[in-house]
């Protein structure tokens, strides 16, 4: 028994030791985990955090590229998602797929027995329902929801969006879907301004992710992407895209470009390609190149210009001496004019430009100029580098200068390539007095959030390789260009409007035999043109690569058809009007109006009228606030004015059958934006006549040229508001054609 009990002692000593071990270990475990406070080099401060914290993101808006005028061109906006929940699991799912199918379809752009297929499958939770049903507008979203389908749930998530679609696309350029990748243009570029930074908020929460009460919160802002404003005018771009889809579609040109800049700034007021895309389908997109910024190519006899200005300013230069036109050897090589080197026999160096002879270019260049002194104003003109343009991937030129007849052919615009941009850029130093502008389409970043402007561009002089003389001497002999009988540039007479231009047909390199492409067509038809002649406000450049013409079709009809309508809705929208000599032609004692400002209202429209003015009083005031046209502005008979008087309202008059110049007008003098659609008269209007509506306000304008008018089913309200019109465009009509002939 004592042995037993000695035993039984030993064992309880031994239980009793290892518990204390155990119970010092484990307190010495304690109490190093609570000096420590880590546990297997984790931290238990952190640990708990961790598990009791939350984030929630605070997403950061991508800043807003817009035109000059504020008006956005692409903006951040949420957009909707449509998906199906089909698990029965679930209260609101779908029920009947067929009528589901039925009622949905119509709106996500898909077939029904897709959509039923899709909202038959079986065994899942949810299904997406292709692209038709990603990227909705509210509106769309709402029209949806307005349906009461069962099952059919929205998700909403931001998105890039370009309100204007296919507008100055290359110039914009665009960014993916999820505003995480930039693509093209000025998004990607200005991608560092433009991108948001998102913001973070942090809270402790129960278990079920309730905030728990009187925690702390841990806020971290966002930041939002500056904001762009660009130096594009949206009435001249939206006008430019309208009228370069219409050529697109009626000659199916390979390639085209247009470019609208201010020659006393830099300033680019549009700029178009073909083929353009809408960056908000950008994966339709089959043109990924500013062909107005990063091509370069032959350019042909826009070139003449700045070599026959180089030899005028070096006065080696007289137009009234002579040369035989037709053919000319240089070394092996034979300059030929483009009427197949027949040439008009003998002609003056003046009469050379008119004509556009390759002739007259290559004596000019090589025993006038000399190589040397050419290649020197090239540089001058800037065509050795590039412009410099605030857009991405400009290309640089490629000026042949090997042999002699490498300066003859560059003279006249073939061998040597540049850019169109390049060439805006030299062709303002012609229209502005001797002064080259830098080219810029970006006029200032400003943040979003404050409203500081983080970076402003000013209007840049890079040059001086003419002098004013020289430009006034260009500006007369291209004016000649349009006007002459033997110029090749009338087809860009614009009727009251002086054009200074010059053409330009370039050939292009065959890219599988030595030479050019021939056939009629086959070359890039071109046009500088600037306007007015003695004073341009506008320098447009328009090239037009391989139309589809018919045989009696001349290369000039495509370039010509942009570059009039541009050029004379641009005029129009800036206020410049036909020349006073233009108008007196038909009447000898002009009207030119005089300041209104501050005069009693009667009195003026009295006047006005008495004179034979149709008078358009805006606002009920007794005193003249603005008018259009301005002061000391020379007005045709019969021709609207508009007198504005105090207050902030006006009644909306009816403008059917107003053309394009008598809306802009409107606009100028009571603030409106006026989106105008098509061209020619007035058929619709989106505010209707007599409703009182506040300066300011966004009005759309449909636009229809005579023929469509006529062609409308409901037009009897159309053609009475324009009867008149019809009258007064019969003469009009009658000399267009006498001039195309």
Do not use: C
């Not at 099952?151 to 931001?158: L, N, Q, T, V």
């Not at 004179?611 to 019969?638: N, R």
Request: hydrophobic letters at 35%; charged letters at 25%; zero cysteines.
């Amino acid at each position: 028994m004592e042995i037993k009990r000695a035993a039984t002692n030993v064992r309880a000593v031994v239980i009793l030791a290892s518990f204390l071990v155990l119970f010092a270990i484990l307190m010495g475990r304690f109490t190093y985990i609570q000096v420590t406070k880590e546990v297997k080099g984790q931290e238990l401060a952190t640990m708990g955090e961790e598990r009791w914290s939350k984030e929630q993101v605070i997403e950061g808006k991508r800043g807003t590229i817009f035109d000059r005028r504020g008006s956005a061109l692409a903006e951040e906006l949420n957009s909707y998602n449509v998906f199906a929940i089909l698990s029965a699991d679930y209260p609101n799912h779908v029920v009947d797929p067929k009528e589901t199918a039925n009622k949905l379809a119509p709106h996500i752009s898909m077939e029904q027995a897709d959509l039923e297929r899709i909202l038959s499958t079986e065994g899942r939770f949810q299904v997406e329902l292709g692209a038709g049903a990603r990227n909705l507008t509210h509106a769309e979203m709402e029209e949806i929801k307005a349906l009461n389908l069962e099952g059919i749930m929205f998700s909403e998530e931001p998105r890039r969006y370009y309100p204007k679609q296919t507008y100055a696309s290359h110039v914009i350029g665009y960014t993916e879907s999820n505003m995480e990748t930039a693509r093209m243009g000025l998004e990607r570029s200005l991608d560092e301004y433009l991108r948001a930074e998102d913001g973070l908020v942090q809270y402790q929460s129960d278990r079920r992710g309730v905030p728990l009460p009187n925690a702390t919160r841990h806020v971290t802002a966002p930041k939002n992407g500056h904001d762009v404003y660009l130096t594009l005018d949206s009435n001249i771009q939206t006008a430019l895209e309208q009228v370069m889809t219409q050529v697109n579609e009626q000659y199916e040109p390979e390639k085209m470009i247009a470019i609208v800049a201010d020659p006393k700034t830099g300033e680019i007021l549009a700029m178009s390609n073909r083929p353009s895309f809408n960056p908000n389908r950008y994966q339709d997109i089959s043109n990924y190149m500013n062909y107005a910024v990063s091509n370069h190519y032959e350019p042909g006899s826009t070139m003449k210009i700045f070599t026959m200005a180089a030899a005028i300013e070096e006065g080696v230069y007289n137009g009234e001496d002579t040369f035989m036109s037709g053919q000319l050897n240089v070394g092996p090589n034979t300059v030929s004019d483009h009427n197949g080197g027949r040439g008009w026999g003998t002609i003056s160096f003046d009469e050379g430009m008119l004509r556009s002879s390759n002739v007259a270019f290559t004596k000019i260049a090589l025993d006038q100029l000399g190589p040397e002194k050419l290649y020197e104003y090239l540089n001058r003109f800037g065509f050795d580098q590039p412009t410099g343009i605030d857009l991405p991937n400009e290309a640089t030129s490629l000026i042949a200068n090997q042999y002699k007849y490498d300066a003859a052919a560059t003279a006249f615009g073939q061998g040597t390539a540049v850019t169109p941009i390049q060439q805006i850029q030299a062709a303002t130093a012609i229209a502005n007095g001797g002064e080259m502008m830098k080219p810029y389409v970006i006029d200032r970043i400003v943040d979003s959030e404050t409203s500081e402007t983080i970076e402003q561009k000013e209007p840049q002089v890079v040059g001086n390789p003419i002098s004013s003389d020289t430009s006034k001497q260009m500006l007369d002999i291209m004016g000649e260009v349009v006007t002459s009988s033997v110029g090749t540039g009338k087809p860009y007479y614009i009727e009251g409007f002086d054009v200074a231009g010059k053409t330009g047909t370039a050939q292009i390199p065959n890219p599988n035999a030595p030479g050019y492409i021939r056939g009629h067509g086959e070359n890039i038809f071109s046009f500088i043109g600037m306007a007015p002649k003695d004073d341009p406000k506008l320098v447009v450049y328009v090239a037009v690569e391989r139309p589809n013409l018919q045989s009696f079709e001349s290369g000039s009809e495509p370039s010509a058809k942009i570059f009039n309508t541009i050029m004379k809705q641009s005029l129009q929208y800036l206020n410049i009007t036909p020349t006073l000599e233009e108008i007196t032609e038909e009447a000898e004692d002009g009207y030119v109006t005089r300041e209104f400002k501050g005069e009693k209202t009667n009195d003026v429209k009295e006047e006005l009228e008495s004179e034979g003015f149709e008078v358009y009083v805006l606002g009920d005031g007794s005193k003249i606030t603005k008018q259009a046209p301005e002061g000391d502005q020379a007005l045709m008979e019969g021709e609207k004015v508009f007198l504005f008087t105090e207050g902030e309202t006006f009644e909306m008059p009816d403008v059917t059958g107003w053309s394009n110049r008598d809306v802009l007008k409107l606009a100028r003098v009571t603030d409106i934006t006026p989106n105008i659609f098509g061209s020619g008269f007035v058929v619709s209007q989106s505010i209707e006549p007599g409703k009182e509506i506040s300066i300011g306000e966004n009005i759309v304008f449909e636009l229809a040229n005579l023929e469509e008018i006529h062609e409308m089913d409901d037009v009897e309200e159309g053609e009475e508001a324009l009867e008149e019109t019809d009258e007064e465009l019969e003469g009009e009509e009658e000399e267009e054609v006498q001039v195309g002939e």
